[in-house]
């Protein structure tokens, strides 16, 4: 999805003739992207300092 979007940007970016709506529309698009990607990182990372404290409840128990 990332390919397409920034395949649509470099055309869109090439058309001078793009109208403030279409560049209003694709701007919204990219900031999606690094959203998104934040989201997941924080998840994961939750997920990863979850699992981590309780890798050593673990440990403490052996």
């Given at each position: ?12 970016l ?29 998840s ?19």
């Amino acid at each position: 999805m990332a390919d397409q979007l920034l395949g649509h940007a470099d055309e869109l970016l090439a058309e001078p003739r793009a109208s403030s709506g279409e560049l209003r529309y694709l701007a919204g698009r990219l900031r999606e992207s690094p959203v998104d990607v934040r989201r997941v990182a924080e998840s994961r990372g939750e997920r990863l300092t979850w699992e981590d404290s309780a890798a050593d409840i673990d440990d403490e128990k052996i």
